[in-house]
Protein backbone atom coordinates (compact mmCIF):
# COMPACT_ATOMS: atom_id res chain seq x y z
CA UNK A 1 0.00 0.00 0.00
CA UNK A 2 3.19 2.47 0.85
CA UNK A 3 4.40 1.58 -2.61
CA UNK A 4 1.09 2.79 -4.39
CA UNK A 5 1.25 6.37 -2.46
CA UNK A 6 4.96 6.41 -3.65
CA UNK A 7 4.31 6.13 -6.81
CA UNK A 8 1.52 8.52 -6.89
CA UNK A 9 3.56 10.64 -5.21
CA UNK A 10 6.19 10.02 -7.77
CA UNK A 11 3.72 10.37 -10.63
CA UNK A 12 2.35 13.99 -9.75
CA UNK A 13 5.42 15.05 -8.85
CA UNK A 14 5.37 15.91 -5.25
CA UNK A 15 8.35 14.60 -3.13
CA UNK A 16 10.15 13.34 -6.07
CA UNK A 17 13.20 12.36 -5.10
CA UNK A 18 12.45 10.69 -1.55
CA UNK A 19 9.79 9.03 -3.71
CA UNK A 20 12.19 7.18 -6.49
CA UNK A 21 15.23 6.36 -4.44
CA UNK A 22 12.41 4.52 -2.12
CA UNK A 23 11.09 2.67 -5.37
CA UNK A 24 14.12 2.23 -7.10
CA UNK A 25 15.83 0.50 -3.80
CA UNK A 26 12.55 -1.93 -3.63
CA UNK A 27 12.52 -2.05 -7.34
CA UNK A 28 16.57 -3.65 -7.13
CA UNK A 29 15.42 -5.94 -4.23
CA UNK A 30 12.28 -7.53 -6.67
CA UNK A 31 15.09 -7.27 -9.20
CA UNK A 32 17.56 -9.44 -7.64
CA UNK A 33 14.97 -11.58 -6.38
CA UNK A 34 13.34 -12.60 -9.99
CA UNK A 35 17.09 -13.22 -10.84
CA UNK A 36 18.05 -13.33 -14.81
CA UNK A 37 15.30 -13.84 -17.03
CA UNK A 38 12.99 -11.81 -19.06
CA UNK A 39 10.83 -10.30 -15.80
CA UNK A 40 14.23 -9.72 -14.58
CA UNK A 41 15.70 -7.60 -17.19
CA UNK A 42 12.70 -5.52 -17.73
CA UNK A 43 12.46 -4.58 -13.84
CA UNK A 44 16.16 -3.93 -14.28
CA UNK A 45 15.15 -1.50 -16.43
CA UNK A 46 12.72 0.22 -14.55
CA UNK A 47 15.01 0.17 -11.86
CA UNK A 48 17.35 1.92 -13.43
CA UNK A 49 15.09 4.36 -14.96
CA UNK A 50 13.57 5.12 -11.30
CA UNK A 51 17.24 5.93 -10.10
CA UNK A 52 18.13 8.10 -13.04
CA UNK A 53 14.68 10.01 -12.24
CA UNK A 54 16.20 10.02 -8.26
CA UNK A 55 19.75 11.38 -9.67
CA UNK A 56 17.99 14.01 -11.82
CA UNK A 57 15.17 15.76 -9.57
CA UNK A 58 11.91 17.26 -10.21
CA UNK A 59 12.46 19.27 -13.35
CA UNK A 60 9.76 21.99 -14.81
CA UNK A 61 6.51 19.68 -14.70
CA UNK A 62 6.77 18.52 -11.37
CA UNK A 63 4.84 20.11 -8.53
CA UNK A 64 8.16 20.50 -6.58
CA UNK A 65 9.40 23.17 -8.45
CA UNK A 66 6.02 25.24 -8.92
CA UNK A 67 6.04 28.24 -6.20
CA UNK A 68 3.56 30.41 -4.70
CA UNK A 69 2.14 32.65 -7.63
Given at each position: ???????S????G???Q?????LS???LG?T???G??????R???LT???F????N?SDR??LD?R???
Amino acid sequence: MKYIIFGSLLMIGKFTQFSSLLLSLHLLGITFTIGYNDVGIRDLGLTLATFAVFLNGSDRWCLDQRKNG
